[in-house]
Nanobody, 115 residues
Framework: QVQLQESGGGLVQAGGSLRLSCAAS????????MAWYRQAPGKQRDFVAV???????NYADSVKGRFTISRDNAKNTMYLQMNSLEPEDTAVYYC?????????WGQGIQVTVSS
């Protein structure tokens, strides 16, 4: 069984920074694409960023230039460095990983940006 655990969320003032982590545990034989999504209250879950197994990245337009996704395969961990945070970034952030050819989701972590 594979589990994903997010950490690093919390409350921050506008203009501040946070770093989210997502660690995979369990019987892991392969790690493929890793991604972050977010869901604001009353809205659908939206794509934020993705990093492939070859470390190619792609970002939602709303976070380009402010967020950076990265991964450490030795630690089975993915990161999201979030800078210049805005109140509109307030949401529950979810990590998603393709592990052993199956897609897994984390439980979600709250990020709140105050104005």
């Amino acid at each position: 069984q594979v589990q994903l655990q997010e950490s690093g969320g919390g409350l921050v003032q506008a203009g501040g920074s946070l770093r989210l982590s997502c660690a995979a545990s369990g019987r892991i034989f392969s790690l493929n694409d890793m991604a972050w999504y977010r869901q604001a209250p009353g809205k659908q879950r939206d794509f934020v960023a993705v990093i492939t197994s070859g470390s190619r990245t792609n970002y939602a337009d709303s976070v380009k230039g402010r967020f950076t996704i990265s991964r450490d395969n030795a630690k089975n961990t993915m990161y999201l460095q979030m800078n210049s945070l805005e109140p509109e970034d307030t949401a529950v952030y979810y990590c998603n990983m393709i592990v052993n050819q199956f897609a897994y989701w984390g439980q979600g972590i709250q990020v709140t940006v105050s104005s």
